[in-house]
């Protein structure tokens, strides 16, 4: 039950970020995609795979194990989006 309501809460916040990103320029969407990298992807997802791992593993310290390696490097990958989009200049008309 906890599996469906996690993998729930993570879809709806994506389509909630896919849809308030939706009116942004490209510098406003690598920011709200950080931020929801960051503090709702991230969490949920490694949370969802740790534990489906020490599920199919059967050993709890798995579940650290895995939590300790994806919940850093996908809230890296969250916060280089946020970055990109902070410092990101704004989006210029090229003329050819």
Not at 24 to 35: A, L, M
Request: hydrophobic share 55%; charged share 15%.
């Amino acid at each position: 039950m906890e599996y469906l309501a996690a993998s729930g809460i993570l879809l709806v916040s994506l389509l909630l970020a896919y849809q308030l990103s939706k009116g942004y320029s490209r510098k406003g969407k690598y920011i709200i995609w950080g931020v929801t990298t960051m503090f709702v992807i991230c969490p949920l997802f490694s949370w969802l795979v740790s534990m489906g791992y020490a599920h199919y593993e059967r050993n709890g310290w798995a579940a650290v194990a895995m939590l300790a390696i994806l919940y850093p490097s996908t809230f890296i990958v969250g916060l280089v989006i946020l970055l990109i989009g902070i410092f990101r200049k704004k989006d210029a008309v090229r003329r050819i």
